[in-house]
């Protein structure tokens, strides 16, 4: 019954692709548990580049079922568009399967996502406007929209009709927009019924029995566990809960059948979007992250926010995702600096604070209190075991190991696909 949940222990694009593809040739199911096409995965297959928005990265492992669950909002047009993108360059994407009871990104949510932030100004959360916080809060309101909804006209015109009631008030009244029409809205949306239909299915069942056939099923989180919307520091945060839990809301299954939570970890820091970040840099050094480490959305295109690690957050996201290994990832970037800067703990209000405060008030205020680790110069892209890094790279992995509070079981050298080394297996 291996059920491995793989998340993200930062503030997410810590690199979750590449960790879930080296999985994806022994994972019999991939499954997306929440988020939507705000998440963005790099997956690089040989000398090809894969961005992936809302599928699973396991649709390029040739035997993988992917899987979009429950959990999970779904922009039909995007999907549809994702999917013909990767038929073109010949991959096989027929096995997926979409639960009934994904909730769908509708172009009203879309466009609520857009003028609410616009409205908010300077307090803006920096979102990436594709519709996600606006789709859950229709969820939670009992007005969503779900993909078996497509499936029954009359259903799902009343819906919309009862979703766009109260929008069209507050669009035209306190956002001085066009109401939006619901036959154009049931018309688009009914549009995608027959395209989506093959993939449609109960998820929920075919992932327990899958489990209950000793299949490997393998949980993919989007975004990371300081934008989960209980555990991140909100209200900077995305609209659901990528932490382990929402593997078992987002997918239907039991927290019993988990049996192991990998938190994926990059060697610094990265943020996109607003909120607090006590180890950014402003300087020629968070400049060099970025530019070294790619740190671009691959959603958005804006450039990510970067900072030294931050083990005060690592530690934060083993507890509340009960982790049991780290993945680190993007070891290399740091390759070249003569001494590299850890946060240890943070100061605030002059105190020194070894974990993660609870109140955003202090965590607002904390600063980073760091400890220096010497560097390395050796290129490290070819290492194929930890006795192939150099002294001081391996002295870094075992000090952020001691203090994050779970091993690290691999370690990622360079974007290819093989350049991981792998201490423990996964499986
Ligand atoms: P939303 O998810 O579009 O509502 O955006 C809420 C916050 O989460 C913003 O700060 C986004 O930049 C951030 N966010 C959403 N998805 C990702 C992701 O995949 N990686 C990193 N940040 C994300």
Redesign the pocket.
Known sequence: MPALVLL?AQ???EGKGKATDLLGGSVDYVVRYQ?GN???HTVVVGDQKYALHLLPSGILSPGCTPVIGNGVVVDPSVLLSELSGLNERGVDTSKLLISGNAHIITPYNVTV?KVSERFLGKRK??????G??PTYADKINRVGIRVQDLYDESILTQKVEAALDAKNQILTKLYNRRAIAAEQVVEELLGYADKLAPYVADTVLVLNEALEQDKVVLFEG???TL?DIDHGTYP????SNPTAGGACTGAGVGPTKISRVIGILKAYTT?????PFPTELFDEDGEALRRIGGER????G?DRRCGWFDAVIARYATRVNGLTDFFLTKLDVLTGWEQIPVCVAYEIDGRRVEELPYSQSDFHHAKPVYEMLPGWSEDISKAKSFSDLPKNAQAYVKALEEMSGAPISAIGVGPGRDETIEINSFL
């Open positions: 993200g503030w997410g694009d988020g705000n998440a963005g996502d959360i920096g979102t990436t406007g594709r996600i916080g989007g975004q990371g934008l900077f945060v995305t609209s943020r996109v979007g607003a909120g959305g691959v959603t958005t804006r």
